[in-house]
């Protein structure tokens, strides 16, 4: 039973991350319709920042926010000079600008800081934090953390004029130019967005997998998962489905433990765990292609 | 009066089809003109023009400044509402972000509540509906959302693109009597492009007929209305 709270708890802390990746993936894909493969490497170069602030003496949650903050910028950059000019370009070739961003993140991240996996600190004080036994203070912290920072993205989403303006823009651009939104800046500034969660992910993430240039790329997976069993292009479900993901392949590595300890026949373990998932998200998509919160818009004519 | 908006040689184009060529108009500050003719007339691509949403060249100036070549969010910013063909409804928001959305622009954020009444007081249905989504609306609630919607912009000028299309002849008859009170108590000057020459003439004050992009004929709408030979010729009723 502890075993199984133990799972539970570190999928959720799994879940967190995926969720974040998620939501950033989605939140550029409902505006732009394009999937951006490069949002993991862009998340784990942040992370490099994050480490280089850190190892120049700063505070682990200064490093955070001024990574955040950067990764925000670097996003609104990225997005206005090098996607702006492709626009009106067919959907491949934006496909190959984002696979050469991911390729030059992931370089340029191993010729500065080097390919050598460096450990990761974690700003979680270890005794007086967590559930002992079940929960450890580090995974607690990364679902708090997480959960803070998306319950700010949704304030933003909901309440504010600019979020408003950015979810008009993400729907109907061209009715948003007739209300005088700036639509091309609301684009910059959700590339902007999705960098900053992207990077939220990345730093909560590397105490776990540790700091190497490809440590998102199986997270990445996991997050174009979770966005797409949470529906493309609800938010919502991106944050929904990344929880799922995370305590069901916890899920599925305990039920192969579990069998293995009862009968001895080893058929699933944490190997396995992925491919599992994967299965099971697929067999979601087949039934309902949607995602399970893909909404779909009633509109009458 | 004075002319609030005047286009002078305005040509327009899809691609490398020219739509419009040397069109030239005067809107009336405060009064109501219509823009008829046929399907393909270049009707709806003349307020795309002014709203530089096609390519276009030319002159349009509005208040005196010349505003081609403009961005189109630059352009709202002169206070021009655009009230698009099919509404432009942001079905997946509801009412009240459908309007709170169009005073984007309007730097005092308090006056946006007053504006919010104001509006409600023109359709009182919205306020009814504020917490809906948008794209459950009928199609005539559709409509005054669109309008009203326009309305938050504080507009100087609005341009409507066949405000009666696809409704029921009473809910036509409603929002054209409350584009006729817009008109009268907001001062707002309306552009209006219609299929239903009967119903924009009665609107309107004067009157421009376009054929193939170019200007045939102008007039008050009163004499447009009784000259059988236009009518016959142009308007087909």
Same mark, same amino acid.
């Given at each position: ?7 539970? #708890?570190? &999928? ?22 394009? @999937? ?37 910028? @670097? ?21 190959? $600008? ?14 500065? %800081? ?27 912290? $990364?679902? +708090? $953390?997480?959960?803070?920072? @998306? ?12 979020? @408003?303006?950015?979810?008009?823009? #993400? ?13 091309? %800046?609301?684009? #910059? +500034? ?39 069993? &949470?529906?493309?292009?609800?938010? #919502?479900?991106?944050?929904? &489905? ?60 | ?76 910013? *002169?206070?021009?509402? *655009? ?34 009444? !104001? ?9 009814? !509906? ?108």
């Amino acid at each position: 039973m502890e075993q199984l709270l133990e799972q539970l #708890a570190s &999928g959720l802390a799994n879940g967190a991350i995926y969720a974040c990746v998620a939501l950033a993936l989605v939140m550029i894909y409902v505006s732009t319709d394009h @999937l951006n493969f490069a949002q993991g490497e862009m998340a784990m170069f942040s992370t490099y920042i994050s480490w280089q602030l850190m190892n120049w003496g700063l505070n682990f949650w200064v490093a955070f926010v001024l990574a955040v903050g950067i990764s925000f910028v @670097l996003g609104v950059t990225i997005e206005r000079m090098i996607l702006r000019p492709l626009h009106k370009a067919p959907v491949l070739s934006v496909v190959v $600008v984002f696979i050469g961003l991911l390729a030059i993140c992931n370089s340029m991240a191993g010729a500065i %800081w080097s390919y050598l996996i460096k450990e990761f600190p974690t700003p979680f004080p270890k005794s007086t934090f967590g559930i002992a036994g079940v929960i450890g203070p580090h995974q607690l912290g $990364v679902v +708090l $953390v997480t959960l803070f920072v @998306l319950s700010l993205l949704f304030m933003f989403f909901r309440y504010t004029p600019l979020g @408003l303006a950015m979810r008009a823009a #993400a729907q109907n651009p061209q009715m948003a130019r007739l209300v005088g939104v700036r639509v091309d %800046w609301m684009l #910059a +500034l959700g590339w902007g967005l999705a960098a900053a969660v992207g990077s939220v992910a990345g730093i909560m993430v590397a105490h776990i997998v540790y700091l190497d240039p490809n440590m998102m790329g199986g997270i990445l997976l996991y997050a174009f998962a979770s966005a797409l069993i &949470g529906g493309i292009g609800n938010p #919502a479900g991106a944050v929904v &489905g990344g929880f799922i993901v995370g305590v069901l392949e916890n899920m599925v590595a305990y039920t192969g433990n579990m069998i293995e300890k009862e009968t001895g026949v080893y058929i699933i373990g944490n190997g396995e765990k992925l491919t599992v998932a994967l299965i099971i998200v697929i067999f979601v998509l087949t039934v309902k292609p949607a995602g399970l919160f893909g909404r779909v818009v009633v509109k009458r004519v | 009066m004075a002319a609030l908006l005047q286009v002078d040689g305005l040509r327009a184009f899809y691609g490398k089809t020219q739509v419009l060529y040397d069109l030239g108009f005067e809107i009336a500050d405060g009064g109501i003109t219509t823009l008829l003719g046929a399907n393909g007339a270049g009707k709806t691509t003349t307020l795309r023009a002014i709203c530089n949403m096609v390519q276009t060249e030319g002159m349009v100036r509005f208040a005196g400044e010349n505003i081609v070549g403009q961005p189109t969010e630059e352009i709202v910013r *002169h206070r021009i509402a *655009h009230v698009p063909e099919g509404r432009g409804t942001f079905t997946s928001l509801t009412v009240g972000e459908n309007l709170r959305i169009a005073a984007y622009t309007i730097k005092d954020k308090a006056s946006v509540k007053n504006e919010l009444e !104001r509006v409600f007081t023109y359709f009182p249905r919205l306020r009814e !509906r504020v917490q809906q989504q948008a794209g459950t609306l009928s199609g005539g609630e559709q409509q005054m959302l669109a309008i009203a919607r326009a309305l938050m912009l504080k507009p100087r000028l609005m341009l409507l693109d066949e405000p009666s299309f696809g409704l029921a002849p009473l809910i036509v008859v409603e929002i054209f009597r409350i584009l006729r009170r817009i008109n009268e108590e907001e001062g707002v000057s309306i552009l209006l492009v219609e299929q239903n020459a009967a119903l924009a003439l009665d609107l309107a004050d004067y009157a421009y007929v376009l054929e193939t992009g170019r200007v045939v004929m102008s007039d008050r709408a009163a004499v447009v209305k009784n000259d059988e030979n236009i009518r016959k010729s142009y308007l087909g009723y």
